[in-house]
Nanobody
Framework: QVQLVESGGGLVQAGGSLRLSCAAS????????MGWYRQAPGKQRELVAT???????NYADSVKGRFTISRDNAKRTVSLQMNSLKPEDTAVYYC?????????WGQGTQVTVSS
């Protein structure tokens, strides 16, 4: 079992920035693909960004050029730097860890962007 604890959410004005962090409890953090997902009220959970163990990244089209995902395998953390935030980025953001046959989720952190 892997515990994921997110932090860094909050309220920000449009155009502002926030940095989300996720700390993982596993000693084999480096083998997991890590990701950030989000779920807005009344909508399905959607992919925001993922980062493979060796550092390759993937982003949803809606956040490309504004968000940056990174990981520190030694500290067992994954971060999401969010710049130029828009009201439509408002959602609960979830940290995700997965490898073949296994998926873990954090409890989520609220991000609210005011116009």
């Amino acid at each position: 079992q892997v515990q994921l604890v997110e932090s860094g959410g909050g309220l920000v004005q449009a155009g502002g920035s926030l940095r989300l962090s996720c700390a993982a409890s596993t000693n084999i953090f480096s083998i997991y693909t890590m990701g950030w997902y989000r779920q807005a009220p009344g909508k399905q959970r959607e992919l925001v960004a993922t980062i493979l163990s060796e550092g390759s990244t993937n982003y949803a089209d809606s956040v490309k050029g504004r968000f940056t995902i990174s990981r520190d395998n030694a500290k067992r953390t994954v971060s999401l730097q969010m710049n130029s935030l828009k009201p439509e980025d408002t959602a609960v953001y979830y940290c995700n860890a997965r490898k073949i046959g296994t998926v873990f989720w954090g409890q989520g952190t609220q991000v609210t962007v005011s116009s």
